[in-house]
């Protein structure tokens, strides 16, 4: 049974440039959050795709953005890097919209993304 | 504004012993907590959660308490092991009116149990 996976898990872009990251959520789940995890920091919510419809967004600006196959893949994409978008892309699988009574969320080891 | 705090960045214990991870929240309208552990190179995974109708919740070594008027909770492992070694988030949710995976993660605290 394949968990969360994520591709790729290492990048470096420069300042300025565009980046997509990828993840496949974990076999029988449909929906898929996204998450940014800072040095030091814990993750925070970017958003949450369910039925390829962004249904809830965090605190990030317009250059996040994203994207749900009909697969229930996803896609990150992050437009004119800054330095500060330095950080672990973490994404979480789920059934449904709604948060499952067990409190689980699947993540995947992420994808490290160096901007400099 | 920091909604879940973990004030304790590390914490070293000996192995056998107890192992307790403190964690604060400030808005009132959480009504789900979880933890969960990170090992380097991998993502989180949940450890155990609690519902705030309940002051406990017990799986295994693992145990979480929660302190509503005092918006606290913590989660105790006993006897830890060496293989628990990791960082531990906490994280809160607002689960019947929110109805979303929009976790609120605090910063971590990274437990070293010694053999």
């Known amino acids: 049974d394949a968990g969360v996976t994520q591709s790729p898990t290492h990048l470096i872009k420069t300042r300025g440039q565009q980046v997509t990251l990828r993840c496949s959520p974990k076999s029988g789940h449909d929906t898929v959050s996204w998450y940014q995890q800072a040095l030091g920091q814990g993750p925070q919510f970017i958003f949450q795709?369910?039925?390829?419809?962004?249904?809830q967004r965090g605190n990030f600006p317009d250059r996040f953005s994203g994207h749900q196959f009909p697969n229930y893949s996803s896609e990150l994409n992050v437009n004119a890097l800054l330095l500060g978008d330095s950080a672990l892309y973490l994404c979480a699988s789920s059934l449904g919209q709604g948060f499952s009574n067990t409190g689980e969320l699947f993540f995947g080891e992420g994808s490290r993304l160096t901007v400099l | 504004d920091q909604q879940v705090k973990q004030n304790s960045p590390s914490l070293s214990v000996q192995e056998g012993r107890i192992s307790i991870l403190n964690c604060d929240y400030t808005n009132s309208m959480f009504d789900y907590f979880l933890w969960y552990k990170k090992y380097p190179a991998e993502g989180p995974t949940f450890l155990i959660s609690i519902s705030s109708i309940k002051d406990k919740n017990e799986d295994g070594r693992f145990t979480v308490f929660l302190n509503k008027s005092a918006k606290h909770l913590s989660l105790h492992i006993v006897p830890s092991q060496p293989g628990d070694s990791a960082v531990y988030f906490c994280a809160a949710i607002r689960l019947y009116g929110g109805a979303t995976n929009k976790l609120i993660f605090g910063t971590g605290t990274l437990l070293a149990v010694q053999p």
């Open positions: 795709y369910y039925e390829e419809e962004e249904r």
